[in-house]
């Protein structure tokens, strides 16, 4: 069975520097999607990237970005020039082709300090 | 139209008491999924509706009743609720899994949160 695995629950970053946000996951197919959701207080969740693993080359969007090992499977998120806005609980999720069922992870609470 | 509305945004209700959510979605989008979520917790699946077919049932006590009226609606009734199905109850929407789009993903609504008294 697939699983995913955050490690860090709470994380702290100041204004305009840059963080990391760790995600590991264990699967035994090749082929499958990964995602990283935001969740606000606002309480919707919204996709901030995704990366299908087929594709060597790590995806972004603006200031978000991930560093995808396939090998050791791991999906790390990078947030860059870090925003208030951006304070939020952030999953890691795993989807396999084809099938409707996310795997979210624990989660990590990002706090940005101005 | 990008959006996923979900009514009501906050119920209270007693353990005897029933009424339903609501989730509406105008994308196209033939899945449509109910999850529970509880404070600092990752969602948990529900149901899937597949072209307003039920798909997966996780194992969910009849005390929920999913219903999906048409392609853009999805309902779920609640009958008899424990104090401890108190949660955030979300709604999402996605273009079939299973048409292997390369761009497929889960669009969420903001949620009921819902308290059993």
């Known amino acids: 069975a697939q699983t995913v695995t955050q490690s860090q629950p709470e994380m702290s970053v100041q204004e305009a520097e840059t963080v990391t946000l760790s995600c590991t996951y264990d699967?035994?197919?090749?082929?499958?999607?990964l995602f990283w959701y935001k969740q606000p207080p606002s309480r919707q969740m919204i996709l901030v990237i995704r990366q299908e693993a087929y594709k060597q080359q790590n995806a972004t969007e603006n200031r978000f970005s991930v560093n995808f090992q396939k090998a050791a499977k791991s999906f790390s998120l990078k947030i860059s020039d870090s925003q208030l806005g951006d304070a939020a609980m952030y999953f890691c999720a795993y989807r396999t082709p084809g099938t409707y069922k996310y795997i979210f992870g624990t989660g990590t609470r990002l706090k940005v300090l101005a | 139209d990008t959006e996923v509305t979900q009514t009501p945004k906050h119920l209270v209700m007693g353990m005897t008491n029933k009424k339903s959510l609501k989730c509406e979605q105008h994308m196209g989008h033939r899945a449509m999924y109910w999850y529970k979520q509880k404070a600092k917790k990752p969602p948990e699946l529900m149901f899937v509706?597949?072209?307003?077919?039920?798909?997966i049932n996780e194992s969910v006590p009849s005390r929920f009743s999913p219903e999906c009226p048409n392609s853009s609606l999805l309902n779920l009734h609640l009958h008899a609720l424990q104090p401890e199905d108190s949660a955030l109850y979300l709604c999402?929407?996605?273009?079939?899994?299973?048409?292997?789009?390369?761009?497929?993903?889960?669009?969420f609504g903001s949620g009921t949160q819902l308290s059993v008294l």
């Open positions: 699967t035994s197919e090749s082929d499958y999607y």
């Open positions: 509706y597949s072209y307003e077919k039920l798909s």
């Open positions: 999402a929407s996605s273009q079939d899994p299973g048409q292997g789009t390369s761009n497929e993903k889960l669009f």
